[in-house]
């Protein structure tokens, strides 16, 4: 049996060192815990400050007053009520673990038993600090400090409007307005308002790095200082998601976190790389008022909307594919053994999950399938195998339920569904005249869903090219690693009456109705001579070829080796396929890349002329130069499947790494990033920023495109199995050690 590993033949000198293999080892895994604080009291949802206390609890300041929630538990208690319930605005802990809260009406302090109001500064109080000598009160009406049981009033000059303090950890305080700078001793009050001393004078959050200089956030973002001067600056150009910043605090790690009203971005001093975190995948809103630290390390975040916490778990990549694994299976498949995408009928809700159906429900199937024979070829986990067959089984009967020769559907639904997407509709002559003018290449389709022979099924025609290339993939991996031969020869049977279906009716795709689908054309007659097909015709071209390599391999029969080779020399598809990487931008897009890779293997693998077999490594080639910027670990590890090495394989672990545990498909605006520029590239048709880690963008399926501007939809879940796949073709091939 040909190995669907590597081909040596292809190995260049590059590939002469040994390859390298990622030993899976625990690394920090970040994820996002929404706390929603009243659902009845927009105010208490207003968060303007937040301190988790050594036991555990986390104290918040709201517009509605001091919430108190404690360990373990997701609920919220009002802790100051009564007559003295309202505008809170800061909490903070002083050395012996007690809480002190600012509010409308004057300062509190956690006792052992009870809450204790502490007589003397005049309210309302703005911020809390608390320091070796003290505690601070700090408002409108002046600055007080207590220590040894009593206040006293400091006489430091500053402006009102006091936004945030911090202790220069010598007896003097730092303290940001919006007017300036103070730094504040017994001696003196020094003012820095100049623009050698501030990117602006509006300050409102600050912290000390690591090397003890000054982090100081404000309107235009952050300035830096050490002990005499500005030393640096941290603006949108260098990562900053908004110019407006909120908060600035020091990780435990020594990373800076700058809140804003679009987001956080994290520094590690010193370095240019940043991280973000943005949007309802991490955070319960985009307005960042105030950011603390538990003691496992974890972020708690106030925001305009509720409490985030970003946590964080130690896991490994097999824990995390085990954890994807289990969701999975939990989640995303549907009877017979369909695996998709899931519905939230609530957005962003992941109890009020439902099945749904998709029109690449075989297309992703089949990625599934080709994950678990992975899988298999990797554990013999005969668990694998099993599911692979299912997996399989499903694509089988989605030409059977047809009833017709090789015409396959896009997906089946029970007949008892009432809803599903493109339902069955009638067109009036003015819609239909719409359609046309809009896309003179519409197929209007009345009817999308038929009833099955035994009433047990709803199935979907007009099905695509996207369907068999996907197929394809799924195909050529379970045969080469799972089946036997008794499946060998049901896969044989079932694709040649696909490519049967496909010879008879000129390489079309050919429904119900007798005519082609929309999408499903290979035609030359078309392909290479209707000009409104041009943008098809290189991809299409290498398409029908795989197929015809596919079936003549596995069937041995020389009626597809006979199509193949004709439509190479008599109708130029070879030539057609060559174009691909350099075809028009306006008739580019991203999920060509996929669909390009569906091929390969089929290609590479299966061709036994070597002047043919050179062409669709020079293919590959170009395709692998051309795309690996995407930085995903798909496309690296197949090109690595089949011309061996170990190429991207840092970009490929860091993206397996960095991938969120959330499947939710959260609403994404990285248009709305001032650190980001919004393009054209690399796709001409779509809105598109530089390419961000995948935590910072949509959750993925591999016919999406990453470096996409604004993008999501939180009433859908996705299936994991863009992570799966990768993952496991990795452990395959040994760029992934699983060894402890």
């Not at 040894?148 to 430091?156: H, Y």
């Not at 099945?355 to 668990?383: C, H, I, Q, V």
Request: contains cysteine; aromatic residues 12%; proline residues 4%.
């Amino acid at each position: 049996m040909l190995s669907i590993g590597q081909n040596k033949d292809l190995r260049s000198k590059q590939y002469a060192n040994p390859i390298v293999t990622y030993i899976d080892k625990p690394f920090e895994q970040e994820y996002h815990d929404a706390f929603n604080v009243s659902g009845y009291s927009e105010e208490a949802n207003n968060v303007r400050a937040i301190q988790p206390d050594l036991e555990g609890s986390i104290w918040i300041a709201t517009k509605n007053g001091i919430y108190q929630k404690e360990v373990g538990s997701r609920e919220w208690r009002i802790v100051i009520g009564g007559d003295n319930q309202g505008p809170a605005y800061d909490v903070a802990m002083d050395n012996d673990q007690n809480v002190w809260m600012a509010t409308w009406n004057g300062v509190y302090r956690s006792g052992a038993r009870e809450i204790q109001k502490m007589e003397g500064p005049k309210p309302p109080i703005a911020k809390l600090l608390s320091a070796k000598e003290g505690v601070y009160a700090l408002g409108p009406y002046g600055i007080w400090l207590y220590r040894d049981q009593k206040w006293e009033k400091k006489d430091f000059n500053t402006a009102r409007s006091i936004r945030t303090v911090l202790s220069d950890n010598k007896g003097g305080l730092w303290i940001g307005t919006d007017v300036g700078l103070y730094h504040c001793a017994d001696e003196k009050t020094t003012a820095f308002q100049g623009n050698d001393d501030l990117i602006s004078a509006y300050v409102k959050g600050m912290d000390f790095d690591q090397d003890g200089n000054l982090w100081i956030g404000g309107l235009g973002g952050v300035s830096i200082r050490n002990k005499t001067a500005k030393i640096g600056e941290k603006t949108p150009e260098d990562g900053i998601t908004n110019a407006n910043v909120n908060a600035v605090a020091k990780g435990p790690d020594g990373r800076m976190w700058v809140g804003t009203q679009f987001g956080i971005t994290r520094f590690v001093p010193g370095e240019k790389e940043y991280s973000v975190r943005v949007g309802r995948r991490w955070l319960v809103s985009d307005e960042v008022r105030d950011i603390a630290f538990d003691q496992q390390g974890n972020a708690w975040v106030a925001t305009a909307n509720g409490v985030s916490a970003i946590k964080h778990r130690q896991m490994t990549l097999e824990d995390k594919a085990d954890y994807f694994y289990d969701k999975l299976l939990r989640r995303h498949v549907r009877e017979p053994w369909i695996i998709a995408r899931s519905k939230l009928a609530v957005p962003g809700d992941t109890t009020t999950i439902q099945p749904e159906d998709d029109d690449n429900d075989g297309e992703f199937t089949s990625n599934y399938l080709a994950m678990e024979s992975f899988r298999y070829a990797t554990t013999k986990n005969p668990e694998a195998k099993e599911r692979a067959r299912k997996a399989f089984d499903f694509l089988h009967f989605l030409r059977e339920v047809t009833g017709g020769d090789g015409f396959f559907a896009r997906t089946i639904i029970p007949v008892s569904w009432e809803q599903s997407h493109d339902m069955n509709r009638t067109y009036t002559e003015r819609e239909l005249a719409e359609e046309i003018i809009e896309n003179p290449r519409q197929k209007p389709v009345e009817k999308r869903w038929h009833v099955s022979k035994d009433g047990k099924w709803k199935w979907k025609g007009d099905t695509s090219s996207d369907e068999i290339s996907g197929h394809l993939f799924g195909y050529y991996c379970y045969y080469n690693l799972v089946a036997d031969d008794k499946e060998k020869k049901r896969i044989a049977d079932h694709f040649s009456k696909i490519m049967d279906h496909l010879i008879e009716n000129d390489f079309n795709l050919v429904d119900v109705d007798g005519t082609h689908t929309k999408w499903g054309v290979w035609s030359p007659t078309i392909l290479n001579h209707n000009p409104d097909w041009a943008p098809e015709r290189a991809l299409n071209s290498l398409e029908l070829l795989a197929f015809l390599k596919f079936a003549h391999y596995i069937t041995k029969k020389e009626k597809y080796q006979k199509e193949y080779l004709q439509l190479i020399r008599e109708e130029g598809y070879l030539e057609n396929a060559k174009t691909l990487h350099n075809t028009n931008p306006s008739w580019e897009t991203y999920f060509d890349i996929f669909l390009s890779l569906y091929m390969y293997p089929t290609l590479i693998n299966y061709e036994e002329d070597p002047e043919l077999k050179r062409v669709y490594q020079d293919h590959l080639e170009q395709w692998f130069n051309k795309h690996k910027k995407a930085k995903s670990p798909m496309i690296n590890f197949t090109y690595n499947l089949l011309a061996g090495g170990n190429e991207e394989l840092d970009n490929s672990i860091a993206f397996l790494k960095d991938a969120p545990l959330e499947l939710v498909d959260w609403y994404v605006d990285n248009a709305q990033r001032e650190d980001l520029k919004v393009v054209r590239q690399p796709i001409l048709e779509e809105l598109q920023t530089a390419l961000r880690p995948p935590s910072e963008y949509r959750t993925m399926r591999w016919d999406q495109n990453p470096y996409v501007a604004v993008s999501g939809d939180p009433s859908q879940e996705k299936e994991p199995v863009y992570w799966l796949l990768p993952y496991w073709l990795g452990r395959y091939l040994n760029l992934i050690s699983a060894e402890k």
